[in-house]
């Protein structure tokens, strides 16, 4: 018989290195993380202040803009915490909540970037009904459908994930609390939940996926349709930031969740890093160096923002 405990809290192994050091990440961390905030917060700010940004695409980007924050916000404080601290401890309620609204969130985005997908599909293929198929409700409804796919995706999981019980190793070897880390914890046989998360995972990535390139393949087709070399550079411009975001997240979450369990733990949480960290931090600078309007709108608003301090500076 396996002597089974009440684990109250886990212990996140993370990245162990001497303390000084990782006071060094989380100076890193809390860098990254506040150019996370600050740059989608930016992008999220001008699309809603600026009434010629109110598209459809422009709608689905600070829709994203709200999901990276929240993404990185459900990992980011705990590890800077962590580093700073030295306490790795994160209670049972607590490391359960984390791993249900990443999955919950990181499944919402990938269904997002499969409507913004189409919406460009849309846009480009069939530009004459664009505004009739891409109106205000349409748009919503992909919107909150999107969150109801993530919801979906998750929740079974997480129940069987709650209903494990844990023996005395409460250590996870990562450093926040995925769902892979924390089944291996449990002492009764974890096949059929490892099962269901990863058929789960590949619905929702490999789904999202198939829908994108499908979108995408017949853009391309369309592209090289036009004849007039600035028209097809100015179609390929407004899809590359996008094309660029879903390489990065599509490759980074199919390595960790669509495919056999490994051992190699530590290229895990390198990946899980590239997630968690790089792709929210270079969002915004992709979305907003790389579309034209996004650049006059952020002049306008530095623009009218050095003019009123020159105004109060005056007065």
């Known amino acids: 018989m396996w002597n089974q405990t009440n684990v109250t809290e886990f212990i996140l192994m993370g990245f162990l290195y001497p303390h000084h050091l990782e006071c060094l990440m989380a100076v890193g961390f809390l860098a990254s993380y506040l150019l996370i905030l600050s740059g989608n917060i930016m992008i999220i700010a001008i699309i809603l202040l600026d ?34 601290t030295g306490d790795r401890s994160i209670s049972y309620l607590a490391c359960i909540t984390q791993c249900y609204f990443y999955f919950l969130l990181g499944s919402s985005e990938f269904v997002l970037l499969a409507v913004m997908s189409y919406d460009r599909y849309v846009a480009i293929c069939n530009p004459l009904r664009y505004t009739m198929v891409m109106n205000a409700q349409h748009c919503f409804q992909l919107v909150v459908g999107s969150w109801a796919m993530g919801f979906l995706a998750t929740i079974t999981p997480t129940i069987l994930v709650i209903s494990l019980p ?38 929702i990535l490999l789904g999202s996926l198939i829908l994108t390139v499908v979108s995408y393949t017949y853009i391309v087709a369309t592209i090289f349709r036009i004849t007039s070399l600035s028209g097809r550079k100015k179609a390929f411009s407004t899809c590359s930031s996008h094309f660029i975001i879903i390489t990065m997240g599509y490759g980074s979450c199919i390595f960790m969740y669509v ?57």
């Open 166 to 203: 844990f023996c005395n190793a409460n250590q996870i070897d990562h450093f926040f609390c995925d769902s892979l880390a924390l089944v291996k914890l449990s002492c009764v046989d974890t096949s059929f939940v490892e099962l269901l998360s990863f058929m789960t995972s590949s619905a």
């Open 51 to 84: 009434r010629h940004l109110h598209s459809p695409m422009h709608f689905f980007l600070w829709n994203l803009s709200c999901l990276e924050i929240l993404i990185t916000s459900s990992v980011l404080p705990k590890v800077i915490v962590n580093f700073l």
């Open 259 to 315: 495919r056999p369990s490994g051992n190699d733990t530590s290229l895990n949480k390198l990946v899980a890093l590239l997630n968690t960290v790089v792709t929210p931090l270079m969002s915004p600078f992709v979305f907003s160096m790389r579309n034209q309007q996004m650049k006059d709108s952020l002049r306008a608003a530095l623009k009218r923002s050095m003019n009123f301090s020159r105004k109060h500076i005056n007065f």
